[in-house]
């Protein structure tokens, strides 16, 4: 997996790209804690050129989720077609905000 993190204006942005799995949790974890910590509420999760995600992948999504919401942050989703499925088959499109490309993610976060 690699791991991207830059800013777009107020909004902080982690791209993640290949395999999004359990051996790279402890990494993108800390990661997304620190940005959260430190960030200005606004973060966004690229995962459009993620390949394949398990699940102590969605469970690092999940905490960044709750972290934001203790925060009184957003987090937007940007997926690929492999995330999108799992998402969906996992429910957790009923508490992510979701966008098809980091375009329209950073439209949503820019009018919050």
Same mark, same amino acid.
Request: glycine content about 6%; hydrophobic content about 45%.
């Given at each position: 997996?690699?791991?991207?993190? +830059? ?8 791209e993640l790209s290949g395999r999004f799995i359990m051996a790279d949790t402890p990494e993108v974890r800390i990661r997304l804690t620190s940005l959260i910590k430190g960030g200005g ?14 699940? *102590? ?14 925060? *009184? ?11 999108? *499925?799992?998402?969906?088959?996992? +429910? ?6 979701? *966008? ?13």
């Amino acid at each position: 997996m690699i791991l991207h993190e +830059r800013k777009h204006n107020d909004i902080d942005i982690i791209e993640l790209s290949g395999r999004f799995i359990m051996a790279d949790t402890p990494e993108v974890r800390i990661r997304l804690t620190s940005l959260i910590k430190g960030g200005g509420g606004k973060l966004i999760i690229d995962l459009e050129k993620v390949t394949f995600i398990d699940s *102590s992948a969605c469970a690092v999504l999940i905490s960044a989720f709750k972290n934001m919401q203790i925060k *009184s942050g957003h987090l937007v989703l940007v997926t690929s077609p492999v995330v999108q *499925s799992l998402i969906e088959l996992t +429910r957790l499109h009923t508490i992510f905000e979701i *966008s098809p490309n980091l375009a329209s993610a950073l439209d949503a976060l820019e009018s919050k």
